[in-house]
């Protein structure tokens, strides 16, 4: 059985894994699976439909699965995805998708959400990311993997930020970041590329030059966005492994839909 402390109410339809452990005063609807070894803590609201996968914790007064805050919202059954290992703090809120995009709010695996953090209807939240305190993604935000949002940061609706992006602290996210650049202040401006950042997951110092050269092209030399573009796309081959690092700018690039910060 489930480790339910006896002032917790769960809905007898909720699918709770058989080490869960749920704390005091915590509630939880119908429609709601909880994966293996997953904690929540006391005073958590957690409704349906939500999928929470294995390892999670969830610390106390936060609310997943909640209605999206979108006028345009008629009850539909969306849902909210959670994946694994992910450190939920307090206050947080997740709120479910809308019928107006793909109906799902996703949040991925190895996440680390401080408190008071909002992630807004159909947010796509990749892993291994950093959401510092009271940061707030609106909806429709697509956040890669390994991004580190400061605190007090507010990203605007359908904004992107890419994988190994740093925002500073009370920073102002009104165009998409591309992959790898640090950014700060309001209006918001890049200041550089997350080599540190990049140190840390392993990327080789060819790999890191690659990318300081690629920052170069897109912010310091002065390039039309479309001549920084075709230049970074001449880099192909020349350093081990940093393909992919290419294509990932490239890619995001050419998918930017408000514009990148520049």
């Known amino acids: 059985m489930a480790l339910i402390h006896p002032t917790a109410i ?48 969830i610390s106390s007064h936060a609310a997943l699965g909640c209605a999206p805050q979108d006028m345009k919202y008629r009850g539909e059954p969306t849902q909210l995805h959670v994946g694994d290992r992910n450190t939920i703090f307090q206050f947080c809120t997740l709120s479910r998708g809308t019928t107006q995009d793909g109906g799902v709010t996703r949040v991925g695996s190895d996440n680390w959400i401080m408190a008071y953090v909002h992630v807004a209807h159909d947010v796509q939240l990749g892993n291994h990311t950093i959401l510092a305190n009271n940061a707030t993604l609106a909806g429709h935000v697509h956040v890669g993997d390994w991004a580190i949002v400061g605190g007090l940061t507010g990203v605007h609706q359908f904004c992107k930020i890419g994988a190994h992006v740093m925002t500073g602290f009370q920073s102002h996210v009104s165009q998409d970041v591309p992959p790898f650049m640090t950014v700060s202040g309001n209006p918001l401006a890049v200041h550089g590329f997350n080599a540190e950042g990049l140190r840390r997951r392993g990327f080789s110092r060819e790999r890191i030059a690659l990318v300081k050269q690629m920052h170069r092209l897109l912010y310091r030399d002065g390039l039309k966005l479309e001549d920084a573009r075709t230049a970074i796309a001449a880099l192909a081959g020349t350093v081990e492994g940093g393909d992919a690092d290419i294509a990932m700018l490239q890619d995001f690039l050419a998918a930017a839909t408000r514009g990148i910060v520049r």
């Open 10 to 57: 769960v809905d007898p339809a909720a699918k709770l894994a058989d080490d869960v452990s749920v704390g005091p005063y915590a509630v939880i609807g119908a429609d709601v699976t909880v994966g293996a070894g997953t904690t929540i803590g006391a005073h958590c609201v957690i409704e349906g439909p939500t999928t929470l996968g294995r390892d999670n914790r």
